[in-house]
């Protein structure tokens, strides 16, 4: 088949007919809208950052001033910096700003990597978008509004706060974006850097050792030490002891298998924010303590060792459908677009799962959303109109942007947050990111799978 967009090769059962030519004004309008509506919401957004009551920011500026005077920056007698040193040591940077500049430069950096994630998501979908039908479901606008919608309550948490989980998001979604392009060397660096800013992609390791790519692991541990020893090289402290070695001491000695992390000024076992299978089950299965802010929302109260196996079980659980999905098997009898498809799948699960499985998972934490939402999406109005995929959609905007404090007063907003709720929505998109992977797969075991490339 020859058309204006060049020569179409296609394979399977399922025709589609060529790509319409794009008139360059079309194009260049469609450019102009893009980038205006970009400027329009940085502007917007910087607004807004700049307005609101300092919040994590501070605390990363004071981390790294005393690491730049070589004073320990793991303390328990205040409010804690809990991440490895390899994050405090960008900040030094920043303190040689005035606080204006500081928050200036912390947003547009923030800013800069959600532009980077949603550009290099845009392109992963790309296939699936192009397919669509001319009609207003098929409209880019139509879709990306949305996944603003069902997930962009998730990403705002980010900036509201001023926190850093959007470099860390940024870290593990190139991983992903590397593995779709077949280049697991380069997933593995991204990987190991993210866990070097932050514990939690350290769950790429297993997901890398089961899928046997065992150059992705060697790179993955290389930037990972080479990360982790940073600070010591650059900004060592001054009583002589590793960075590292007194943050896991810390922090990490503090943490035990089966339950909500727990350390004085930093982690509390009872907190609604923590919306990690621990924290969740922790909250749902323990009266609450004394406190006029803590709400009761246990439905049973349960003995430690029976709300830690229950606990390690919903976290087994999560963990064994995680590795279901990324079994090497799944992706055999696919090619082309999509597979890089598929392994997306795999990666938006991979992220749902590393927030799920956490210790602890604050809110902020869950900006890793957008990756299974998008991609659920995708298919949904693309591809399959799946009823479980369009419930679990359904779920994650109810509980998520429903529940947001814009719309609930602060206190019933934390009082519903208290009972799970963005667990709930990590949950519902985790299962059904699953489930379009294996109809996916099973489609292209018996031939129903298309894929078209432009010559």
């Not at 992903?176 to 990987?191: E, H, M, N, P, Q």
């Not at 090289?233 to 727990?262: C, K, Q």
């Not at 439905?299 to 830690?308: A, G, P």
């Not at 210790?359 to 009823?387: E, G, M, N, Q």
Request: charged fraction near 15%.
């Amino acid at each position: 088949m020859s058309m204006q967009t060049g020569a179409i090769r296609l394979h399977g059962r399922i025709t589609l007919p060529a790509l319409p030519t794009v008139e360059p004004n079309q194009h260049r309008t469609s450019l102009r809208r893009a980038h205006g509506l970009w400027a329009g919401a940085f502007l917007v957004g910087l607004i807004v950052f700049v307005s609101m009551p300092q919040r994590e920011l501070p605390l990363y500026i004071h981390a790294a001033e005393r690491m730049l005077r070589g004073e320990t920056i793991y303390r328990i007698d205040e409010r804690a910096f809990t991440y490895p040193p390899l994050f405090a040591l960008p900040f030094v940077l920043l303190t040689y700003l005035p606080e204006a500049a500081q928050r200036v430069l912390w947003y547009a950096v923030n800013f800069a990597a959600l532009g980077i994630i949603f550009v290099r998501l845009k392109r992963r979908l790309e296939p699936v978008l192009a397919s669509a039908e001319s009609s207003w479901i098929g409209s880019p606008w139509f879709f990306w509004g949305l996944v603003v919608l069902i997930a962009g309550r998730h990403v705002s948490a980010v900036l509201e706060n001023q926190s850093h989980d959007l470099l860390v998001f940024l870290g593990a979604f190139l991983a992903v974006d590397a593995l779709c392009s077949a280049r697991a060397k380069v997933a593995g660096l991204w990987a190991g850097l993210a866990t070097a800013l932050k514990a939690t992609p350290l769950l790429f390791a297993p997901l890398l050792l089961w899928q046997r790519r065992w150059a992705a692991c060697v790179c993955l541990a290389l930037a990972l030490v080479g990360g982790t020893l940073l600070p010591d090289v650059v900004l060592p402290a001054r009583d002589g002891v590793s960075w590292t070695a007194n943050w896991y001491r810390t922090f990490i000695t503090t943490i035990r298998p089966g339950e909500t992390a727990t350390a004085h000024r930093a982690w509390y076992p009872w907190n609604q924010l923590n919306q990690s299978l621990a924290g969740t089950c922790y909250r749902l299965f323990t009266p609450p303590p004394p406190d006029p802010d803590r709400y009761d929302v246990s439905v049973l109260h349960l003995d430690r060792s029976v709300l830690r196996a229950v606990t390690l079980s919903s976290q087994l659980a999560a963990l064994a459908w995680l590795l279901w999905l990324t079994r090497p098997r799944l992706t055999r009898d696919l090619i082309g677009d999509e597979l890089g498809f598929v392994r997306l799948g795999q990666g938006a699960a991979l992220l749902t799962a590393m927030v799920l499985l956490s210790p602890t998972s604050i809110k902020t934490h869950f900006c890793v959303l957008l990756l299974p939402a998008a991609f659920c999406l995708a298919d949904f109005l693309y591809r399959r109109r799946d009823p479980f995929v369009g419930a679990a959609l359904a779920i994650a905007f109810v509980l998520g942007t429903l529940t947001t404090k814009s719309v609930l007063s602060k206190e019933l907003g934390d009082h519903v947050m208290a009972y799970g709720t963005v667990t709930a929505c990590a949950l519902a998109l985790y299962l059904a990111t699953g489930r379009v992977m294996l109809q996916r797969a099973q489609a292209a075991r018996a031939g129903d799978v298309w894929r078209f490339e432009l010559a």
